[in-house]
């Protein structure tokens, strides 16, 4: 063999710092932490708020600052587009990793029988929610496109909680309490950019409290379930139903009358406080975090 041609097993020097530049990457977020959640979390939220100032400025035609649900075009660019596109973000994430078979396949640790309770719960009240709505208030295709919305919510809110950080907040070597807990608060902290949309504090502050006990509820789902297919489903039809209800996003507004059955439904979120509140003191069991050594 010359002695300048290379072995034959040596990858070509053009891919070489290309394939170390990705075992960095994989081997930085492999060893989990709550840092990194947070700093993915923060990450993802300077995403969505530049991406959604970006289509207001460029669509700002398409979308009725008054009412965002008058139309679906409205809906689309003024709420569901910036989700899509986060959504692509995480995915890209995701597959940079190497993780999409952990995230969506079975849980490492499954939940007892009570934890039932969390999801049963969430889903009746979004029955009732969705039953109580005075559909006549909407066009098809706003109603079409809430729906839509909300699969965006859940699929991608869901990937970054309950999927990514719970999984490196694991390789953190967290239990499962802190892990509820620590997942839960940042998806509560994701909602605090309602501010920048011009929602009242005292608002956004509620809807942290609420979303911090619906993060636990969302955890419970995916303990109790197995997978993470089920929290991100459950989520998607909680969005929506909350939404047509009200009329806004954690807004309560005066579309439709307030009647026996809308009054029984909007207790939903009082539901899911009392209920989580009682049920993560409860949680208990821990991943062995070697059980993620060697893989990225």
């Known amino acids: 063999m010359p002695a300048d041609t290379p072995p034959a097993d040596t990858p070509p020097p053009s891919t070489a710092p290309a394939a170390s530049t990705r075992a960095r990457w994989a081997a930085f977020w492999s060893r989990g932490g709550l840092w990194r959640a ?17 289509i207001a400025a460029v669509f700002d035609d398409q979308i009725d600052s008054d009412d965002v649900f008058s139309s679906a075009a409205s809906i689309f660019w003024g709420l569901a587009a910036p989700i899509v596109l986060g959504g692509v973000l995480l995915v890209a994430f995701v597959r940079s990793l190497g993780w999409g078979r952990e995230l969506f396949g079975p849980q490492p640790i499954r939940g007892r029988a009570w934890m039932w309770i ?67 608060l940042l998806f509560a902290l994701l909602h605090s950019v309602n501010v920048l949309a011009g929602i009242e504090v005292a608002t956004v502050v509620l809807t942290i409290v609420y979303t911090f006990m619906f993060g636990v509820a969302m955890y419970l789902t995916l303990r109790v379930t197995g997978n993470l297919i089920w929290p991100m489903l459950l989520h998607a039809l909680t969005d929506p139903s909350a939404i047509l209800l009200s009329g806004g996003v954690d807004v309560s507004t005066d579309r439709g009358e307030v009647d026996g059955l809308a009054a029984l439904a909007s207790l939903g979120n ?27």
Do not use: K
């Open 118 to 184: 969390a999801p049963v719960v969430v889903l009746v009240f979004n029955v009732l929610r969705f039953a109580a709505v005075d559909y006549r208030l909407y066009t098809t295709a706003a109603v079409l496109t809430t729906l839509f919305l909300g699969l965006c919510v859940g699929f991608v809110e869901e990937l970054l909680t309950r999927g990514l950080a719970v999984d490196l907040l694991r390789r953190g070597g967290y239990g499962e309490w802190a892990v509820m807990v620590l997942s839960s």
């Open 270 to 296: 009082v539901a899911v406080i009392l209920v989580c509140l009682v049920m993560l003191f409860f949680v208990r069991g821990r991943v062995d975090r070697n059980a993620y050594a060697g893989r990225v």
């Open 38 to 54: 947070v700093l993915l979390a923060v990450g993802y939220i300077a995403f969505f708020v530049l991406v959604s100032q970006v």
